[in-house]
């Protein structure tokens, strides 16, 4: 199982009944597949716990799924570096902040605020540029 089977099982998950409503709570910002956070969340646990053997985060991954459409995969990217911020190192954080500043909003910002947050805990000297 690879990240990249994650991807083609929630292609797999999607509900399109389920789709617009997330698209209208999210004042219809992005598409959605319509797979609920708990439906993710099962998923991810079949897939992370085996990425985080590798202590390698895999950029690839994340930037595959940030060019997604369906906001889905944003969490995913998300999650994913969430499982994987022990990993993280300082040359890191322009990655994270492409991130957060792009396709932002509130619901992934949420999830990148505590991977940013782990990173400037590990390298303090990181905070100045954080702060500016």
């Not at 089977?5 to 709570?25: F, I, N, Q, R, T």
């Not at 956070?37 to 992370?48: G, I, V």
């Amino acid at each position: 199982m690879s990240l990249t089977d994650l991807l083609v099982e929630l292609e797999a998950a999607k509900d399109s009944k389920k789709a617009g409503p997330m698209e209208a709570y999210m004042r219809h910002q992005f598409f959605f597949l319509g797979i609920a956070a708990l439906e993710r969340n099962a998923l991810y646990k079949k897939y992370f716990p085996k990425a985080k053997k590798t202590k390698i985060i895999d950029w690839d991954f994340v930037d595959t799924c940030w060019r997604k459409e369906p906001r889905e995969y944003q969490y995913v990217a998300a999650n994913y570096l969430k499982a994987m911020q022990s990993y993280l190192t300082e040359n890191d954080l322009p990655k994270l902040e492409r991130l957060v500043v792009t396709k932002s909003w509130w619901d992934t910002v949420d999830i990148l605020d505590r991977v940013v947050g782990s990173l400037v805990y590990d390298y303090p000297e990181l905070e100045e540029i954080i702060l500016k």
